[in-house]
């Protein structure tokens, strides 16, 4: 993938939208693209938070460990962003992020992912929006778990 790909790819993600295009360039040249094989992890619950990723091509499964074992709360795909929860808490990572099939991401180091919000207010905005998108659908997630079943 080129680095104008790389730009365009970058465009898709709703934060980095409004974002002008030689700062996406300059993100995507100083970003390294990292490439995953099936089952292999971008990184595990409890690991430092020091990167975030944006998935160019490929899917991942976001998964929680508890005492039962590991459980699936969600699947991402293309232009999705993930870890940037751990970048903005400054806590080490709440899940565990594994590809489920052969995926390739950009990794945006912290220092690079918080000059942008810095930066950029509007990517800011963007980055509230979604972990309250994701916050909403995990409450819903939650109280249809909770809810009595028939007998």
Same mark, same amino acid.
């Given at each position: ?9 970058? =465009? ?9 295009? +030689? ?7 100083? +970003? ?13 619950? @409890?690991?430092?938070?020091?990167? !975030? ?15 039962? @074992? ?6 991402? @795909? ?7 929860? @751990? ?5 080490? $990572? ?9 995926? +390739? ?31 909403? $659908? ?5 109280? !249809?778990?909770?809810?009595? =079943?028939?007998?």
């Amino acid at each position: 993938m080129t680095l104008d790909n790389e730009v365009q790819s970058l =465009r898709q993600v709703p934060m980095f939208r409004d974002i002008e295009p +030689s700062r996406l360039k300059l993100l995507a040249f100083t +970003s390294e693209r990292i490439h995953f094989s099936v089952g292999q992890r971008f990184f595990a619950q @409890g690991d430092a938070s020091d990167a !975030a990723y944006v998935i160019l091509d490929g899917r991942a499964e976001v998964v929680l460990a508890n005492p039962g @074992g590991e459980v699936k709360v969600a699947e991402l @795909g293309r232009n999705a962003i993930v870890g940037e929860m @751990g970048i903005l808490s400054d806590t080490p $990572r709440s899940a565990t992020v594994v590809a489920s099939e052969p995926s +390739s991401a950009l990794r945006i180091d912290k220092r690079v992912f918080l000059e942008l919000l810095t930066q950029f207010p509007q990517m800011s905005i963007a980055v509230m929006r979604e972990l309250a998108s994701r916050l909403e $659908r995990t409450n819903a997630q939650l109280v !249809a778990r909770a809810a009595p =079943r028939p007998a």
